[in-house]
């Protein structure tokens, strides 16, 4: 008779039984892996706590506020590129853990050559994560506080470090800002960290910008947004400055009061979430393993070949979908392009019409005198017009580029449904998938600077001009500033489109091999599976109603051990 697991009813001997009972198995290997790493993460009372969100929205410089000195790189620009793990040392170093699994010591100065977009693009380098060892009273407390890169710049691989870390993350320091409201990519972000981490602190950074009713009003749209996608009725919410150190140590003892009180039932919740997600991947395995493991010998072949074709069938869809997008992505840029043509043309003639008006009341001056007045006012009233043009083009991508992240995630979701299907179908088995949320940038990548035009502005001419008759030389720097100015305004409608184009397209790019590389995966594990039942029909010593019996037995095990994880 099989043995029947009877399930404990702590998270210890929950995790204990389901390893016990994988080891007793060679189906799930990789699961297995995971959870003898959840036990030891249990056994170290290691609770680690992720400062995430939108790039540029002050994580970095929280975290240096929080150690009490700036040990992290911040820059205009978005710059934590790889994950950095603080926890407590007496005394400070860093490590860099490459993918190859390489480790390397450097000094606390040089850890912008490995963790900056700057120094280190794309990841170059190759860096799996930085430790920092540190003697900071709150990382004293047992926490290891973590730096994400930001989700939703146009360095795609930031977006994904920074999703595949809150996987492992127990709490997570939900970092908002002000000068910008939730945004689309937010909230996808906020729903995917919602499946794995057991507590949040939202954080609204940079309030010294506004004043108390401007806060109010932020706070209230916050709530709403955010209770909606929590499915909570209320939310307390940590209104900080962490450039002036405004409600920053308040935020520091709420913490430290709350690892102390609840350390355990956080990193208990958050295992136990962990845990399930695990173990329904556990029981589709096994399930598809079963029901290929009863078919007949030559049906199961069949059955194989007849689902990888149906998968190659893939290949063909994702294309068609990324195609489409593609499409989508041109049209919204042609249409910001026939909009800016408009703005253009009525930019042209507004600065023409103030040139000419300011031309004929000053042609009095003498050259170098008048050459001055016209430029200021091409300085003070272009630079203006072009960024509000800049704006109007940014709302306008910020709403297509919308529809059509919602428009590839439904698509998406669809794919990873039919694979499901298909496995169903075939197998009678309701195969279990990892949910990834996907996202594109955000609006905030595409800014494009607008020219600075005191130089661009300067007339390359013969100082002899300046010494001709006065009205002979105005006229000249006259044209030469009116066409300088429309070739001005030509160049950077071009910058901007360009730009949109360029980083909407890199997106995409990205958007699709990350996407491509999800869905090969999946398919591959299903394949292993199935080419696993295969190998194990050929060994002649195999008993097959034996191993059947064995499985039938782990699954109603593992079933147990996931109802026990929430009990009803």
Do not use: W
Not at 117 to 132: A, L, R, S, T
Not at 257 to 262: A, C, G, L, P
Not at 347 to 358: G, H, P, R, T, Y
């Amino acid at each position: 008779m099989e043995r029947k697991v009877v399930v404990g009813i702590s998270i210890y001997d929950i995790l204990d039984d389901s390893i016990k009972l994988l080891e007793e198995s060679d189906v799930c290997k990789d699961q297995l892996e995971k959870l003898l790493k959840l036990r030891e993460k249990l056994k170290n009372k290691e609770i680690i706590i992720s400062v995430v969100g939108q790039f540029k929205r002050g994580k970095t410089t929280f975290i240096n506020k929080v150690l009490g000195d700036d040990i992290l790189p911040v820059a205009i620009i978005p710059i934590t590129s790889v994950v950095t793990r603080l926890q407590y040392s007496p005394t400070s170093c860093a490590k860099v853990i490459f993918k190859n699994g390489e480790e390397k010591e450097v000094p606390l100065d040089n850890l912008s050559i490995y963790i900056s977009e700057q120094e280190n693009p794309n990841n170059q380098k190759e860096v799996e994560y930085v430790k920092i060892f540190y003697p900071s009273s709150i990382l004293k407390e047992g926490i290891i506080l973590v730096d994400t890169p930001g989700v939703g710049s146009i360095h795609k691989h930031n977006t994904d470090a920074a999703y595949s870390f809150i996987k492992n993350s127990d709490a997570i320091i939900f970092m908002l800002s002000v000068d910008s409201p939730i945004n689309e990519i937010e909230r996808e972000f906020l729903s995917a960290a919602k499946k794995y981490a057991s507590k949040f602190y939202f954080v609204i950074n940079k309030i010294d910008v506004i004043n108390s009713s401007e806060l109010e009003t932020y706070l209230k749209y916050c709530e709403n947004v955010i209770c909606e996608i929590m499915n909570i009725n209320y939310i307390d919410f940590f209104p900080i400055s962490a450039q002036k150190l405004i409600g920053v140590e308040k935020l520091i003892s709420i913490i430290k009061r709350d690892v102390n009180h609840s350390k355990d039932e956080i990193i208990v919740n958050s295992i136990k979430i962990k845990t399930t997600d695990i173990l329904k991947t556990v029981l589709s395995k096994i399930q598809l393993y079963i029901s290929a493991l009863k078919m007949p010998i030559d049906s199961l072949e069949e059955k194989i070949k007849e689902l990888y074709d149906k998968l190659k069938e893939l290949d063909r869809i994702t294309e068609d979908i990324f195609y489409h997008a593609e499409k989508n992505t041109d049209n919204l840029i042609q249409n910001i392009e026939e909009y800016f043509k408009i703005k253009v043309d009525n930019m042209v003639s507004d600065m023409e019409k103030i040139l000419k008006d300011e031309y004929e009341k000053n042609n009095f001056l003498r050259p170098r005198k008048l050459e001055e007045k016209l430029k200021y006012i091409i300085d003070s009233s272009l630079v203006e017009k072009l960024e509000s043009m800049n704006e109007e083009g940014l709302e306008k991508l910020k709403i297509g580029y919308e529809n059509i992240i919602e428009m590839l995630n439904n698509d998406i979701n669809d794919i990873k449904s039919y694979i499901s299907k298909t496995v169903y179908d075939i197998f009678n088995v309701e195969y279990s998938y990892e949910k990834n949320d996907y996202i594109l940038s955000n609006k905030e990548d595409f800014y494009v600077e607008v020219d600075s035009f005191s130089g661009s502005f300067f007339i390359n001419i013969n100082d002899f001009v300046y010494i001709m008759p006065k009205s002979y030389s105005n006229r000249i720097i006259y044209q030469k500033l009116l066409d300088n100015m429309k070739r001005a305004i030509e160049r950077n409608k071009n910058n901007m489109l360009y730009n949109y184009r360029y980083k909407i397209q890199e997106s995409l790019r990205s958007f699709k091999l990350t996407f491509t590389e999800d869905s090969s995966n999946l398919q591959r594990d299903i394949q292993n599976t199935l080419n696993k039942v295969i190998l194990n029909r050929e060994d002649k010593n195999m008993e097959v109603e034996n191993k059947i019996k064995k499985l039938n037995s782990l699954c109603e095990n593992i079933e147990d051990i996931v109802k026990n994880c929430y009990p009803s």
